[in-house]
């Protein structure tokens, strides 16, 4: 690989979004001496760790591309499902308490504290405008083989009350770095029948209390992922009757370790839905058998990619596709060849530890778009994009979790690290990570407290956390 003549350029760069991600891009870019303007449309950085009590009008699925979106995902009562040393950015540990809430598998707010300390401790807010909705982001210019090309970028000024009116902007900025999140457009199965079922159906994205909807009733809950599953057993507290169904599970013999034993007394498991019977207010489950007199079904079965400020991001007829889920072409889940490194994107991976990795692979974007971590030539990175793309197949991968890593986000973590020239992340994380997976799945419901032999690995991970910190 090439060092590129000219390293050490500094480009003004749009980041679009201030979550987590959109915060690590803004630190990361001025360390590496760009100029970055992070456009936020929310209130405040934060990103889904901002509590939104709002929710969407969700009739059937929640998906009518015409509705008045909230991009909060969180419920009221979510806590981490990491503890807060393992979850924290490299260059800011998250080893004290920020808003009064010291337990490790913290609630909400105490991450959204967090990461506004985050931007303090960094001086980000100078480089965030808020209230800014980015509507479009289009490749101009695009005679610069070695940088990609410049970017038009249109944002517009998000009023009080929202009613599309606000002032509109356009400006030009050498690259673009996407940190819109993953966790705002619901993905739901569509089952027939569905538009005629008389009972309540709506997406996790809008569920924040289990409120009155819930209230002596009975609810399926599809999908047992963090959020299935962290949601039926609130729901079973005032529910009269709670059903979990997700693909995979069979009545008296569970997938894998699932301990069925920990569930509450008034909730029972089921295989996959494949379709509702209206008469009845029924559910079919995969099994055959028929759940009757259903009177809420909650879709707690994720999320997916979008760009719409990407419609017309296409270059050397290569477009930017999130087709069943997999954003592509991409280069190590990041870079579009055929834009690179004036386009990137932070954060798609999921079932990761996110904070750090977006620290990582910001700073990969920013060293390859100062010339000081090249990036291999465009053919290169093509191959490497299909190559992995077809190595999911081979390895009977679905497309839909091309950018699901898991245990081996650490690996790729290093990697990218390496590129930047950085050792790899601490050891403990990984330790710490496995070691909250395998408590989550043999105490799915206590996990999260003691009494367990946690104080002393408390003790050494946070001592470790500290002492990469005080490298740092
Ligand atoms: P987001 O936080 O979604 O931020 C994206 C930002 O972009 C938003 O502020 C949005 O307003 C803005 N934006 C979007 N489009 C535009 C536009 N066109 N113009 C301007 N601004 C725009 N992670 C953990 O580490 N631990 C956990 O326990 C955990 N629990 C979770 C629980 C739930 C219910 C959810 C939904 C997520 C959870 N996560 C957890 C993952 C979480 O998504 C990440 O931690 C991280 O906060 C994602 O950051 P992000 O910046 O990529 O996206």
Redesign the pocket.
């Known amino acids: 690989m090439m060092r590129a003549p000219g390293a050490g350029r500094a480009a003004r760069v749009a980041v ?8 690590a891009a803004a630190r990361e870019l001025r360390a590496e001496g760009h100029t970055p303007v992070v ?4 209130d405040d ?6 509590y939104d009590p709002r929710v969407e009008v969700d009739d059937v699925t929640g998906t009518d591309p015409n509705r008045a979106r909230v ?1 909060g ?3 009221a009562s ?5 503890p807060r040393e393992c ?1 924290g950015y490299e260059s800011f540990p998250f080893t004290r308490t920020f808003a009064g809430d010291d337990r490790r ?1 913290c609630g ?1 707010a105490e ?1 959204r504290a967090y990461l506004a300390a985050y931007a303090d401790h960094h001086d980000i807010a100078k480089d965030v405008r808020l209230r ?4 479009s982001a289009e490749p101009i210019d695009i005679s610069s083989r070695r940088w990609g090309p410049r970017w038009r970028v249109t ?1 517009r000024e998000v009023t009080v009350g929202d009613d599309d009116g606000g002032v509109v902007s356009v400006e030009t900025f050498d690259a673009v770095v996407v ?6 457009e619901p993905r739901t199965p569509r089952y027939p029948n569905a538009e005629n079922w008389p009972g309540v159906q709506m997406h ?1 994205h809008n569920y924040r209390t289990p409120d009155d909807t819930f209230e002596g009733k009975k609810v399926v809950v599809l999908g047992a992922m ?2 299935g599953e962290d949601l039926s057993r609130e729901i079973a507290t005032v529910a009269c009757h709670v059903v979990l169904a997700a693909r995979g599970f069979v009545p008296g013999a569970p997938k894998d370790d699932f301990p069925v034993e920990s569930y509450p007394k008034n909730a029972t498991l089921k295989p996959g839905i494949v379709e509702l019977i209206p008469e009845r207010s029924g559910v079919k489950f995969e099994d055959g058998s028929v759940e009757e007199d259903v009177d809420v079904i909650l879709y707690a079965t994720g ?1 997916q990619y979008a760009f ?2 990407l419609a017309n991001a296409a270059v050397d007829n290569s477009a930017i596709s999130a087709v069943d889920n997999c954003v592509s072409p991409l280069y190590k889940h990041v870079f579009p060849p055929a834009l690179a490194p004036s386009l990137s994107f ?2 798609l991976p999921w079932k990761v ?3 750090p990795q ?1 620290e990582t692979q910001a700073r990969w974007i920013a060293k390859a778009l100062s010339g000081a971590a090249p990036l291999p030539p465009r053919r290169e990175m093509r191959l490497d994009a299909d190559a992995f793309e077809e190595s999911l197949g081979a390895k009977g991968i679905a497309r839909r979790h091309a950018h699901r890593m898991g245990d081996a986000q650490f690996a790729y973590n290093d990697e990218l690290r390496a590129l930047c020239g950085h050792p790899p992340l601490g050891a403990w994380r990984a330790e710490m990570y496995a070691a909250t997976g395998a408590r989550k799945r043999s105490q799915p419901a206590s996990y999260r407290d003691g009494p367990i032999p946690w104080s002393d690995e408390d003790a050494r991970f946070a001592a470790r956390a500290e002492a990469t910190a005080a490298g740092f």
């Not at 979510?78 to 990491?82: D, E, K, Q, Y």
């Not at 800014?132 to 509507?135: A, D, H, K, T």
């Not at 940190?179 to 705002?184: A, I, K, P, Q």
């Open positions: 679009v979004g201030g979550g987590a991600a959109g915060l456009f936020e449309r929310g950085v934060g990103g889904v760790w901002v991009h995902s969180m419920y979510l806590r981490t499902n990491l979850m598998f909400h991450v800014r909705e980015v509507l944002t940190c819109n999140g993953h966790y705002s996790s963090a959020s999320y719409p400020f932070i954060g530890v996110p904070f977006f």
